[in-house]
């Protein structure tokens, strides 16, 4: 059950993340209330998350990550929380950093982001490198992210290149918002990434670099 406080709001995006979701949102519920926005899962996730007593949006059938991420941000909008952060459903990035998110989120600062210490794919080395060149953020890549409520009704906008996230944190440095990056001690995913594998996904992420370059304003 959603609690009065509306404090914190938990965004975990899955899509067929059965195996996990349950570790993740029972070390996930101390810190805040969770949304499960599921991208129409073949498998347990809706079930599972359920039986844990979470509150669960699903599309009827998969519609992307970026999708899931949206729809997370419209509630988090309509219920008025003062602070979201969002962390992936696979078990990478250790439900912990959620309570360390949260106590960096006062004051002037008003987006943090993770930075993972073990990255594999090429396209993201290549994004981060960049990234951190011509924006100066570690690893906008990250999963796990969190903003204020302030910072999100102002710059939320319905994004252009499947990678909201990404154009939110790149905004929020075109913009001069303080961003604060935390290391995170991240696991690799033993099985397949829900994005892919090889030259396609590494093409993919590197042509998103290119479009938030070349088009994100403030």
Do not use: W
Request: proline residues 2%; positive net charge.
């Amino acid at each position: 059950m959603l609690n009065n406080k509306k404090d914190l709001l938990i965004l975990i995006p899955a899509f067929n993340e059965g195996k996990t979701i349950q570790e993740i949102i029972k070390k996930a519920k101390k810190y805040g209330d969770i949304l499960i926005v599921d991208d129409g899962s073949k498998d347990e996730t809706v079930k599972n998350s359920k039986q844990n007593g979470v509150k669960v949006i699903s599309h009827k059938t998969n519609l992307g990550y970026n999708q899931a991420i949206n729809t997370g941000y419209k509630y988090f909008l309509k219920k008025k929380y003062n602070k979201i952060i969002s962390i992936d459903a696979d078990g990478q990035l250790p439900p912990i950093y959620i309570k360390i998110f949260n106590k960096n989120l006062i004051n002037n600062v008003h987006v943090v982001c993770g930075v993972r210490q073990k990255v594999t794919r090429f396209g993201e080395k290549f994004f981060i490198f960049f990234s951190k060149l011509f924006f100066g953020l570690d690893d906008p890549l990250c999963g796990l992210k969190g903003f204020t409520y302030n910072f999100i009704k102002k710059n939320y906008k319905n994004p252009k290149f499947d990678t909201i996230n990404t154009e939110l944190i790149i905004r929020a440095k075109k913009n001069s918002y303080k961003v604060k990056h935390i290391k995170i001690d991240n696991r690799l995913r033993k099985d397949e990434s829900r994005f892919g594998q090889g030259a396609k996904i590494n093409f993919f992420i590197i042509f998103t670099f290119l479009k938030c370059f070349f088009y994100i304003k403030k």
